[in-house]
């Protein structure tokens, strides 16, 4: 079955929160009729279901980023959309602390960044004793504290999202794979194991797929997506008073990832995590999720040694952390000397990173974004996406697809 839509079709691929926040921009702007396009049984499914919550203000992006920029309209957005919504947003704070000397350096700089980045409220603490103030059970020698740095529920936003996208006249069809694209005649069809879509423009937000979907439509290869699965511990219930909102280390600049921290949720729950191990399949949340394919393919990228040889230490490090508890607990105790073993409980869902490297196995920190013809690929949305993905919507459709937006 061929479903030909209408002069102003616009189709979307994926059903995480960038890509129901792109159609529900679309739909709600008359920019055409909207298709979103969703492999999955439901909604978050991946990125945007297994995050932490976390509602970022803007600390560590380089200024005057995509990163930045967005993740600064993208918190402004997200809080109005929840009290639109009446969905949950708890303002718990954030506190990055330096554990020694030796990290004030970095430490600097986050506050510098931070401080371009115009994050509201900001503060430098110095005083052991402030910081216990604010977090009782700390440990360090200086902070800087963001105070509106905010918890919400990602999966509900998203649901919230589509059902605006269908108010306005939008369509979401799961179960719907896509599997083959092909520029035709100015328009693209689009192949799914349900039947087969024509639109006149086509966008894909396909997160861990996002180099798949690329090749599709003949995009240049790099970046090519390796999967990073992040696992977190579960703060036993009776031990949650030890964290009051958010402890982060001072991140290494060196790696795109931000170290094991603790994380209020929106529900009141304390994660810690996560760490940062390679995952055995794009959509591997478990050492047991293994894909020969997927495994081999990032095996045989230009540039997997290059990558290795810069960061083999971080990766053995990661991985022993990953399966052995106590060095795990070592890195969260640094920041809560009160935690003991038993406080952390189990290991709750994981999450995969889709992080975006090139040729010679450089790591990407930046948002990106390729143009194929009448296709627009999201090459490179890791965190702060979830936090910008209304600004993510306004910006693509602004730079992109300026031609079908009203």
């Known amino acids: 079955m061929t479903d030909r839509s209408a002069v102003g079709s616009i189709g979307v691929i994926g059903g995480g929160i960038v890509g129901i926040a792109l159609a529900r921009a679309l739909a709600q702007r008359g920019a055409g009729e909207v298709t979103v396009l969703e492999k999955e049984a439901r909604l978050a499914q991946h990125q945007t279901g297994h995050n932490s919550g976390v509602v970022h203000a803007g600390l560590y992006y380089a200024p005057g980023s995509l990163k930045a920029t967005l993740c600064a309209a993208g918190r402004v957005s997200i809080r109005e959309f929840c009290e639109e919504k009446g969905l949950p947003y708890r303002e718990v704070g954030k506190l990055v602390v330096a554990v ?76 719907s794979e896509v599997t083959g694209i092909h520029l035709e005649n100015g328009g693209v069809r689009v192949i799914t194991p349900l039947g087969e879509h024509v639109f006149d423009r086509l966008v894909a937000c396909a997160g861990l797929q996002s180099d798949v979907v690329a090749r599709l439509v003949g995009a240049d290869p790099s970046p090519k997506i390796l999967p ?27 790696f795109p990832f931000l170290g094991v921290h603790f994380t209020r949720g929106v529900y009141g729950n304390v994660h810690v995590g996560p760490n940062a191990v390679p995952a055995l399949a794009r959509e591997g949340y478990g050492w047991l999720q293994v894909s020969l394919r997927d495994t081999w393919e990032s095996l045989r990228w230009p540039g997997a040694w290059p990558l290795a040889r810069r960061h083999w230490r971080m990766g053995i490090d990661e991985i022993s952390g990953s399966l052995i508890k106590p060095l795990y607990f070592r890195k969260a105790r640094r920041f809560v000397p009160e935690l003991k073993m038993s406080d952390l409980q189990e290991k709750s869902s994981a999450g995969v990173r889709a992080q975006a490297w090139g040729r010679g196995g450089e790591l990407l920190d930046d948002f990106a974004v390729d143009q194929v013809g009448p296709v627009t690929v999201l090459r490179n949305a890791p965190s702060p996406a979830a936090t910008s993905s209304i600004a993510i919507a306004d910006y693509v459709l602004s730079h992109y697809l300026t031609g079908s937006a009203a």
């Open 100 to 175: 020694d000397e030796a990290e004030l350096g970095p430490l600097a700089e986050i506050e510098r960044r931070s401080v371009a980045n115009r994050v509201p409220d900001l503060v430098r603490i110095d005083d052991a004793s402030r910081l216990r103030e604010i977090e009782p059970h700390v440990a360090g020698v200086a902070a800087v504290h963001s105070p509106h740095t905010a918890a919400v529920d990602y999966a509900a936003i998203t649901d919230a999202m589509a059902q605006d996208v269908r108010a306005a006249g939008g369509r979401i069809l799961l179960h």
């Open 228 to 254: 990073f699965r992040g696992e977190y511990w579960e703060l036993a219930p009776e031990r949650t008073d030890l964290v009051n909102g958010m402890i982060y280390p001072v991140p290494d600049p060196r």
